[in-house]
């Protein structure tokens, strides 16, 4: 058989040169093969037919077999439409076109015996199906049709005529020019076997053309697992390779300084997910493999204290500690919440930013290299190649959806030895999603918040009800607590609705004249910033009108209110941060979402969610469902694209977690790649890196 990949599309009935070249630049179809893997986005069952009058004005796309009595056209100028009056004996409706008028009277007739399909709306007591498809009922034999597959073309495709039915044509023909040739399987026999799949050949078929949801289902779960499957494979390997390279630092005792701190300055008791997550790390830096672990906790689940104590393991066993954050902000932060905890024990911290210059960044640097410096805590400017340890042990990246793959690769190279990775968020990422972005990390869950903590209640209030609202915040402010407000943008475009937060500023001045108020924007100067924070920090200034700079890890627990002003304008996770500000100190804490009127329905839902639950990770599996993995925060600047075909991470998480322990079996009973019944992965693998150049570094 010919090979399908290199077949060029033009030569298939029904394509041509000027077909092709529309079909390669709107859709990337070049081959045989790539029109084969352009999956339909939906069916509609067309297996049954409906009578004329059994229609009301609620049905979804239907069809109707009829004749068209006669044709007119009424209207004029732009409200001109042609309107076929159709009908099969039991009733009338009216079939209407508001364009192609002259095509569809051409090759349509009255009288012909037709097949129409459409949704029925009722108007003015008729009924009318706007734009229907019709296909001669002599060539349409029902009972074979089954589900009518429906393909995405583009605008330019439509008016070239290269509509879905046009595609779903040139499938046919595509399946007619392979006179059922079975097409090489990519799965092997045993995996086909042992879990029920379809051949390759019947999934593609019905995948284009199943005769029934029952086989339609089949032909999806085998590509679906395919694609996964192959996906978890390479990450898998990917994986072990990596960790046959390299060997990682053994620390293997738990020793002075992790034990004075324990029990003289830890000023209170870990919680039990702490504890858990800890002994983790523990066992896999005394391993003797390098540690790659991403902790995910919530925003004030305590990922701190863990990797100080973390840290620590890292400096009873001889070895230096890096501490790295995203804003200068959170460094300062972190750097005096670490000495603050450190406090009486002889530690050396540092703190490296790119304000931190002269004769004391010098002293930094050489104190890394003698190894006086014990642990190092800073923003990008760490990774800076003329900072240089002497024996960096352990990194700890926090907030790492900022970090790329590449800024962890650079901290690596930083000892001969790469040291051990742990890599923190608070933007809890969904397991399945996880597995797929950061396949080569273990996965680490602070799924408890330390005691005491009041739940913060969430309200959402019309931005027309806005003096209560101050009402509210007044009475705050009064017993002492403090309130942030966040604005979604700087600049104010007229166009757009949003409210300014140069005029949100002014506005709050003048409403409450007798306290201070703090401002705090991505323009101004870091040390400025930062000075206004510490305002806030000290309540100095009881309200902090800032944009979303506040987002990530600030701690001020007397702040109990966070007011979101156009809160539709921001996403799921983004709220669930900006929530996370409060809710830190012993008082009950508020957020209050404020939006306009209108809502769309997506915006609702995700204020409903975040009115409903402070649970993150339930705020992050609503994120993906509502928008779809590739928008998910964080994950656009990670460089993985989700060049999915058919599985979807956010429906298919149970799945993707099957078929990554098939993998892992997989791998684990033919590591070195060598057996004769999976000759067909190894070599399918083989052909996805080569062209997915992407995919190999998908960690
Ligand atoms: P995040 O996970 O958001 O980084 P932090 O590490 O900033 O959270 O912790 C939030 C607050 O909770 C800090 O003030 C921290 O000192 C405190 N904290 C951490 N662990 C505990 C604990 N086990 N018991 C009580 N308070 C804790
Ligand atoms: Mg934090």
């Known amino acids: 058989m010919f090979d399908l990949s290199t077949r060029d599309i033009k030569y298939l009935q029904g394509v041509g040169p000027q077909r092709a070249d529309i079909l390669s630049k709107e859709l990337n179809i070049r081959s045989f093969k ?42 004029e100028g732009r409200q001109r439409r042609l309107v076929g009056h159709f009908s099969d004996g039991t009733g009338v409706v009216d079939l209407v076109w508001f364009q192609g008028l002259k095509f569809v009277m051409g090759k349509y007739k009255a009288n012909e015996e037709y097949i129409v399909f459409g949704k029925p709306t009722v108007f003015n007591g008729r009924i009318n199906i706007a734009h229907p498809d019709i296909d001669p009922a002599a060539e349409l034999t029902l009972s074979a049709m089954g589900l009518q597959p429906y393909y995405n073309t583009t605008e330019r495709m439509k008016r070239t005529n290269l509509t879905s039915h046009a595609l779903e044509k040139l499938m046919k023909n595509l399946f007619t020019a392979l006179q059922h040739e079975c097409l090489d399987e990519t799965l092997s026999p045993s995996l086909i076997e042992a879990h029920h799949l379809m051949s390759l050949t019947d999934a593609l078929y019905n995948i284009h053309f199943p005769r029934n949801p029952d086989l339609l289902r089949k032909a999806q779960y085998r590509l679906k697992f395919e694609e996964l ?32 701190f324990y029990a003289q300055n830890l000023p209170f008791q870990l919680t039990g997910a702490q504890k858990r997550v800890i002994r983790e790390m523990r066992r896999d830096m005394g391993s003797g493999r390098q540690m790659n672990r991403l902790l995910q906790g919530d925003v004030g689940s305590g990922k701190t204290l863990v990797a100080l104590m ?157 003096p209560s609202m101050y009402a509210f915040l007044r009475k705050q402010i009064q017993e002492g607590r403090q309130v942030y407000i966040v604005y979604p943008l700087i600049q104010e475009s007229e166009k757009m609705d949003i ?144 060049d999915l075909k058919i599985a979807d991470i956010a429906r298919d998480g149970q799945l993707l977690q099957y078929v990554r322990e098939i993998a892992e079996r997989l791998l684990e009973e033919d590591p070195e790649g060598v057996r004769p019944e999976n000759a067909i992965v190894w070599q399918q693998l083989k052909e996805l890196r080569k062209k997915n150049v992407n995919w190999s570094v998908i960690s």
């Open 34 to 75: 790539d029109l084969l893997y352009y999956f339909p986005y939906k069916y509609v069952d067309r297996s049954r037919l409906y009578y004329i009058h059994e229609i009301d004005g609620n049905m979804p796309y239907i069809q109707l077999r009829g004749k068209v009595l006669s044709f007119e056209t009424v209207g």
């Open 310 to 466: 973390t840290m620590l393991i890292a400096l009873d066993n001889g070895f230096q500690a890096c501490m790295m954050a995203p804003t200068e902000i959170l460094a300062v932060q972190h750097y005096e919440t670490i000495n603050r905890f450190l406090e009486g024990m002889n530690v050396r911290v540092e703190l490296l930013t790119g304000t931190v210059k002269g004769k004391k960044r010098e002293a930094i640097l050489s104190g890394l290299l003698t190894g006086d410096v014990q642990i190092l805590i800073g923003t990008h400017a760490v990774i800076e190649d003329t900072v240089n340890f002497s024996s960096l042990g352990l990194v700890v990246i926090d907030e790492q959806h900022r970090f790329g793959v590449a800024q962890r690769a650079k901290l690596w190279a930083k000892n001969t030895c790469p040291p051990h990775v742990l890599v923190m968020t608070a933007t809890p990422i969904p397991r399945t999603l996880a597995m797929t972005l950061y396949g080569d990390l273990d996965v680490s869950v602070i799924d408890e918040l330390p005691p005491g903590r009041k739940p913060i209640q969430t309200v959402h209030q019309f931005d027309n009800r806005r």
């Open 499 to 642: 409210k300014n937060l140069e005029d949100g500023y002014l506005h709050i001045c003048e409403e409450f004249p007798e306290y201070k108020v703090s401002k705090v924007h991505g323009k101004m100067k870091p040390a400025e910033k930062e000075e206004e924070m510490q305002r806030f920090l000290r309540n100095e200034t009881q309200i902090m009108v800032a944009t979303t700079v506040i987002e990530v890890g600030v701690n001020v627990p007397n702040a109990s209110v966070m007011v979101i002003e156009n809160a539709e304008r921001f996403g799921l996770s983004q709220l669930h941060q900006l929530r996370g500000r409060v809710g830190r100190g012993a008082d009950q804490s508020y957020c209050v979402l404020v939006t306009g009127y209108k809502l769309t329905e997506e915006t609702r839902k995700r204020i409903e969610i975040m009115v409903q639950t402070n649970d993150g990770f339930e705020i992050a599996e609503a994120d993906l469902k509502l928008r779809g993995p590739g928008d998910l925060e964080g994950t656009q600047q990670s460089g993985v694209a989700f």
């Open 229 to 260: 499957f192959y996906i978890q494979l390479n990450i898998l390997r990917y994986t072990k390779e990596r960790r046959n390279k390299f060997r990682g630092l053994v620390f293997g005792r738990v020793g002075e300084i992790f034990n004075t």
